[in-house]
């Protein structure tokens, strides 16, 4: 490859990078770019770092790198989708600013191995009614030439919406997709289960639920709390708040 080819494969790998950290755009070329002349011109001399000045890594340049970058990655998703068949799970999440997303998760087989992934996270403009969360589903796989027929499997959680035999998207889905099973969401599943802890047991969490909540509702409580830990020699410093919707947390709270 020429030095120009190297460069912007070099551009790609950084922005790549970029992306896994969650860092802003803009580190590439006040941070990474930066830091890595000063290393190969420290190591290696200067005539070697003059050539890593050509390297794009500008903001705007490592947006339209991401891009491509996530654009390949659905590309290649697809393609491995097609070929076999696969199941979904499917869950309609709200974010900090009270929008509601929808997120699907594919499971497919490629050879002889079992792969999971992102599917897509589609914003629900409307109502997050079944037909809605269907219609989204419906159009992504009209898009992109994914066939109903290759569907074998469908979860989500215990809401009518979504588990209705009738009108909810499990309904919806099998007049599509004959052969698709559906099942509740192992990690619901496991919270309606809880819910049903013995009364002792319960009692017991009720207590540590409101003496964890103390802590965490004061910022000198939590301090002190820090302290005392500090004193005490323990581990761990803070505690984490306890989430009913999620089973796993009961375990890391206590």
């Known amino acids: 490859m020429s030095v120009t080819q190297k460069a912007l494969l070099e551009s790609y790998k ?24 000063d290393m190969i011109e ?5 005539s070697y770092a003059d050539q890593l000045k050509i390297i794009p890594l500008a903001d705007n340049t490592v947006g339209r790198r991401i891009s491509d970058i996530s654009e390949d990655l659905c590309d290649q998703l697809i393609e491995k989708v097609k070929l076999s068949s696969f199941a979904l799970q499917v869950d309609e999440a709200t974010d900090v600013l009270k929008d509601a ?3 699907t998760y594919v499971r497919y087989v490629v050879e002889t191995d079992v792969r999971e992934d992102m599917l897509f996270c589609k914003p629900i403009e409307c109502n997050t009614t079944a037909r809605e969360v269907f219609k989204i589903i419906d159009n992504f796989f009209n898009e992109n030439g994914i066939l109903w027929e290759n569907c074998v499997g469908l979860c989500t959680d215990g809401a009518p919406s979504m588990a209705g035999k009738n009108a909810g998207l499990q309904a919806l889905v099998r007049k599509v997709a004959p052969r698709a099973v559906w099942t509740n969401c192992m990690i619901h599943r496991q919270s309606l289960v809880s819910r049903d802890m013995g009364e002792d047991l319960l009692t ?8 964890l909540n103390f802590i965490k509702n004061s ?4 301090r002190l709390f820090a302290k005392l ?5 323990s581990e761990y410093r803070s505690l984490l708040y306890y989430c009913e919707a999620r089973w796993l947390s009961r375990a890391k709270v206590p």
Do not use: N, Q, W
């Not at 950290?21 to 803009?26: A, G």
């Not at 420290?42 to 200067?46: I, N, R, V």
């Not at 017991?204 to 003496?211: D, L, P, Q, S």
């Not at 830990?229 to 020699?233: F, N, Y």
């Open 229 to 233: 830990c500090d004193d005490m020699g």
């Open 204 to 211: 017991v969490f009720e207590v540590i639920t409101r003496v």
């Open 14 to 37: 950084v922005s790549y990078r970029i992306a896994k950290c969650k860092k802003p755009h803009s580190i590439g070329e006040t941070l990474v770019l930066p830091a890595a002349i």
């Open 219 to 222: 910022p000198l409580r939590g």
């Open 42 to 46: 420290t190591m290696l001399g200067e």
């Open 101 to 103: 997303h929808l997120i």
